[in-house]
């Protein structure tokens, strides 16, 4: 069975920085396709970005150029690196995991994914 285990959440001011990390339990992890999600409340759970092994990173408009998403595939680790953060991005964001290799398209859905961790909450407030 497939484990994720967020951590990394917390409170920070607007423009500060934090680093998520997730630790997978998944065999191959390499092959893994690899996503974050993010859910405030009365919302949906909206995409925030993802990797694959072979195929590169990808971003939602909202976070792109301020949040880095990478995988630490000899560790079974994937990273949410978040710049410049706004109040709009307080959530309780989420690890996931695909089988193989997703196709682009895909990628937002969360019906592409098949494992999920817990969740860490993220707060952006002065």
């Known amino acids: 069975q497939v484990h994720l285990a967020e951590s990394g959440g917390g409170l920070v001011q607007p423009g500060g920085s934090l680093r998520l990390s997730c630790a997978v339990s998944?065999?191959?992890?390499?092959?893994?396709?690899m996503g974050w999600f993010r859910q405030s409340p009365g919302k949906e759970r909206e995409f925030v970005a993802a990797?694959?092994?072979?195929?590169?990173?990808f971003y939602d408009n909202s976070v792109r150029g301020r949040f880095i998403i990478s995988r630490e595939n000899d560790k079974n680790m994937v990273h949410l690196q978040m710049n410049s953060l706004r109040p709009e991005d307080t959530a309780i964001y989420y690890c996931?995991?695909?089988?193989?290799?997703?196709?682009?398209?895909?990628?937002?859905?969360?019906?592409?994914?098949?494992?999920w961790g817990q969740g860490t909450q993220v707060t952006v407030s002065s």
């Open positions: 990797a694959r092994r072979v195929g590169g990173t």
């Open positions: 996931a995991a695909a089988p193989g290799s997703a196709i682009a398209s895909a990628l937002r859905s969360t019906g592409t994914y098949d494992s």
């Open positions: 998944v065999r191959p992890f390499s092959t893994t396709t």
